[in-house]
């Protein structure tokens, strides 16, 4: 097998102390970059080189690093989780960056994601909006008999896909608005299309969106900017579901 | 009423009302767009439906429930964007866009602003002229003017914009959406915000002409 041939890059990376420091852009060479390294994989590399000077890393988030956990972030270029389509960021290969190229890299931006450190923000305001409804409270018991809950094929897998979310918060970063309604939707969706989210259905939704506007996010304007960088491809549609819970808990429910 | 009050300040709340506006103006947008093309029937044919909308006696409740829905899009328009403004106190250094944003949907806050500022002057010029006998006449006069002209024509730029996202938008506000017709939603909005930019933008660009 022949080796691909390495690749250089420049770096434009935010660099920010604490939640305190201004923060500011910091230059950075990577060189002699795999096409085949993840860009995750190349953050480490840099950070080596870094380390061996003596210099503090740039602090970033991962964790599954296979695209199914929602911990990395970033805006890569002015895109979250960078270009490509149905990625996360632990997901994006350096092939995608032509060699010599300046890549700008950016935490999620949003007053409800105060920043940590360099491109680590806190999206524990997620943790909360789910804490505030986002759940069922059934007697778990015995397993139920087959066909106890009735659900046709098409509606378990709009819950499926609904329920593909994790959480990673692009929504919010490619919101011009930093509105999180499409991970409040995927939410509110997943558990309102199935009979075991029924009892709560009117309470989760007036909860949830009570406690995303009380986390200071914005307010969707249908940009769309969430749908195309989602890397679980949630789509808009769960928005227009979650105006209708919204309505329907508002008018119709005891709530 | 803590439960009206609560919905209508709510995120979606404040939404629905933007929606429901919207839409309601753009009924309004077809009636006066009716009205306006009389102007190529001729002075007598104008000055005729004009007369006639006038002495109809439900022309000031409609003017008020006009105003008042003009007032709900502004003031609710002003209220989200301060929000939103808001929930991003740092921006981002470099911004691509990803393929949701479209021209109109990134401009609405500006293409509302300079529909305001034609609301303001559109509403002094006719509607509260000095001299209100032949109201072909002064619409004519009126765009003789190049300048106006040219200010109507570019206000009217700006409203098959704002409309182009805005009518979509309205319909998903309102929980409208199912692949069944949202592209023809879609669709139709394109060919609503162009019809209505061209129909209006039509008059001024024939009487300067004349």
Redesign the interface.
Known sequence: MTEKAKRNYTLKVWRQKDAHDAGRMAEYRAEGISPDASFLEMLDIVNEQLVRKGEDPIAFDSDCREGICGMCSCVIDGRAHGPGAATATCQLHMRAFEDGATIVVEPFRARAFPPVKDLVVDRSAFDRIIASGGFVSVNVGSAPDGNTHLVPHPVAEKAMDAAACIGCGACVAACPNASAMLFVAAKISQLSLLPQGQPERAARALNMLKRMEDEDFGNCSNHGECEAVCPKEIKLSNIARTNREFIRASVCSDE | MG?LF??LN???????QMALSGLLLCGFLVTHLAGNLFLYGGREMFNHYAKALEENPLLPAAEIGLLLLFLLHIATALR?TY??K?????????????????IG??T?VFSGLLLLAFLIVHVKTFRFAPDRSDLYAMVMAAFQNKLYAGFYVAAMAALGLHLS?GF??GF????????KY?PWIKRLGLAFAAAVAFGFASIPIWASLR
């Open positions: 439960w609560r919905t709510s995120s979606i709340g404040k939404k629905v989200v929000g939103n808001r929930a991003r106190p740092v921006a981002y250094a470099k911004t691509a866009c990803a393929g949701g944003k479209t949907s990134a609405m996202h979509w938008s998903q506000t309102l929980g409208a959406d199912h692949p949202t």
